[in-house]
């Protein structure tokens, strides 16, 4: 114990050893730990993100009109009109089925939204008295559900609430009509907090869409009959279905091109800070050979020049990931906006999770590679001939 | 008086076409004793010393230690031998520089015996304990070479093995480090072997070399 002191005593003392150098070698290496911790945390949280969203849905199974089943789902995700649409007569039909434990008819629209960004638009989703005893932990957090299933009325999920400065009793005008503000939404960091709700039937006279729904969600008895109620559902001619899973399985699958590219971007990234410390340790090393070949002529062991050489570099090594640790808290949100702005789907919640796992699994990982190269340098430090290296010049 | 190095027959020659930096040197140094190599520049005074300390291996010859011959030592040993009986003082002090003069002292300690408390002592003995905290560039000339004569004790090693330790000094440090030299080879009873030009102390043992051969002194 004592001597593991002595030996952290030396490697402190030799970062005075040229500082500047040190310095810049292990913000090389808090570099490459905060870009493999964001990495490592992207895949984590958007996959843990796009569950949640998944999640928060409440069903298990998306049945909705003739088309991409995947795009109708993902804009259900993600926010946006489904120009397709089931009848009243085939989405009694879907419902029948056995395997149908709970459904909730759903008609989803999109217009511009007033004071905002040109280019924004708001989401009116016409819901049934299903809708929310559906949602996993949906609750209401002021007021209560509608009137009548054709009330003139409005819930409003959280953040539209906010952002508006909306609450119960206020009005809000939708296509010519006033709508009165019946509830608003718990806050649940998915896409219905910047939802509008209105009654089914009320949407589908406002939107003109009489007896027709976007989808119908369906929550089965038993998730092993989902093969049993999709076969059979396949057979509607104007309906299709896709289970939840599958579209989730569909975006992690196209998200893998991405991450693959962000995983080289890492490791090089590693790699390169692993050359640094190896490059920045071995210049150290030559210009030290005078010290090194002192300390040999004092009578230290290989073993321990060993030692010393390598513990002064993963002190750097060390350092520097602690330093990565923190740089990848501070950058979690400029990386959270660069995915947002650079990829086409991205669930909604945080898509960074620099979880503990994610931390150690990065941490390690640079501490390994950097320990790796700092060991070249040291093993040639340590082999040296003490009488050559004692001529090696003033130290 | 016991015997702590025998040299016998000790030869050095380096290069292709061998070049005699030592020549059949016969020599014993007792525990304790002041022995002084001189000689003029390139006589072999510095191969001499560090075949001594095993930190060469010699041509020909034994140079045993406490009758242990270090040629047939395996590194490890010989490396064991000069961490555990040997402390070294050299003309240009040898301290690494980006170390205060209290870490120079316990350089030592990193990899062998001795203990903190002793290199605090040893730093007052050689009025350096005002400065321990200072670096070798902070210190002068003579203030460095009595750091290193710190270092060079600082473990209790059997003999000391200085190189020219008062060469690149003024007169008044010169004095100071032999004084120092002397007295504490004395009080700690440990060997001194030194290469020197100087005058040399009267209580010192003298042998002379010359091209690579012992004179009478």
């Not at chain 1, 958007?46 to 109708?72: D, F, M, S």
């Not at chain 1, 804009?75 to 029948?96: F, K, N, T, W």
């Not at chain 1, 005078?290 to 060390?318: H, I, K």
């Amino acid at each position: 114990m004592k001597r593991a002191g002595r030996v952290l005593a030396w490697a402190l003392a030799g970062l005075r050893y040229r500082p500047g150098r040190a310095a810049l070698a292990g913000l090389a290496v808090g570099a490459a730990t905060a870009l493999a911790a964001l990495t490592l945390g992207f895949r984590e949280g958007y996959e843990r993100a796009l569950a949640r969203n998944v999640e928060a849905l409440g069903y298990q199974v998306l049945v909705t009109g003739k088309g991409c089943p995947h795009e109708a789902a993902t804009l259900l995700l993600r926010g946006g009109s489904i120009p397709m649409y089931i009848q009243d007569d085939v989405a009694r039909h879907v419902e029948a089925q056995p395997e149908v434990a709970a459904s909730t008819r759903f008609l989803l629209q999109a217009l511009p939204a007033q004071h905002a960004a040109p280019d924004a638009t708001q989401l009116y989703l016409g819901i049934d008295e299903h809708f929310l005893a559906l949602k996993p932990g949906a609750e209401l957090q002021r007021g209560g559900w509608f009137s009548s299933p054709v009330a003139d009325e409005a819930l409003l999920g959280y953040q539209v609430a906010e952002y508006r400065r909306l609450s119960v009793g206020d009005e809000l005008r939708v296509l010519g009509s006033t709508l009165r503000v019946a509830g608003v939404l718990d806050q649940s960091g998915t896409q219905d907090d910047g939802t509008v709700f209105l009654p089914l039937r009320r949407a589908q006279e406002l939107f003109e869409r009489p007896d027709r729904v976007t989808g119908i969600g369906v929550r089965l008895h038993d998730l092993g009959q989902a093969a049993a109620f999709v076969e059979r559902v396949y057979d509607v001619p104007s309906v299709q279905v896709v289970r939840m899973s599958q579209v989730q399985e569909t975006i992690l699958g196209v998200l893998r091109g991405v991450q693959a590219l962000l995983y080289a971007f890492a490791a090089s990234s590693l790699a390169a800070a692993a050359l640094g410390v190896a490059g920045v340790a071995l210049l150290s090393w030559s210009e030290r050979t005078p010290e090194l070949g002192l300390l040999r002529a004092l009578g230290c062991p290989a073993g321990t020049l060993f030692r010393l050489a390598w513990a002064e570099w993963l002190l750097v090594s060390a350092v520097g990931v602690a330093g990565g640790v923190a740089l990848a808290f501070l950058l979690r949100g400029a990386a959270d906006a660069w995915v947002r702005a650079n990829l086409a789907f991205v669930p909604v919640g945080g898509v960074i999770a620099l979880s503990g796992g994610v931390l150690l699994r990065s941490a390690a990982a640079a501490l390994a590679v950097t320990a790796v190269a700092a060991a070249l340098p040291a093993w040639r430090a340590a082999t040296r001939s003490p009488l050559a290296t004692m001529r090696g010049g003033a130290l | 008086m016991t015997a702590l190095l025998v040299a016998r027959d000790l030869t050095r020659e380096y290069g292709p076409e061998p070049v005699r930096a030592l020549v059949g040197v016969d020599l014993t140094v007792a525990e304790g004793e002041l022995l002084l190599v001189t000689g003029g520049s390139g006589s072999g005074k510095t191969t001499l010393l560090s075949l001594l300390a095993g930190l060469d291996a010699p041509t020909r010859g034994v140079v045993e230690f406490r009758g242990e011959p270090l040629g047939e030592a395996s590194p490890g040993r010989r490396a064991e031998l000069r961490r555990e009986h040997m402390g070294f003082v050299f003309q240009d002090f040898r301290l690494v520089r980006h170390l205060t003069a209290r870490e120079n002292v316990r350089l030592p300690l990193l990899f062998g015996s001795g203990d903190a408390a002793r290199a605090e002592a040893l730093l007052s003995r050689v009025g350096l304990a005002a400065k321990a905290a200072r670096r070798p560039e902070e210190l002068s000339r003579g203030e460095m070479q009595r750091a290193a004569l710190a270092r060079a004790l600082v473990h209790r090693p059997a003999v000391v093995f200085a190189d020219e330790p008062t060469a690149s000094l003024d007169p008044i440090s010169r004095a100071t480090v032999w004084e120092l030299l002397t007295e504490l080879g004395r009080e700690e009873g440990v060997a001194v072997v030194a290469a020197t030009h100087d005058e040399v102390p009267a209580e010192a043992r003298v042998v002379r070399l010359h091209e690579g051969r012992l004179e009478d002194a």
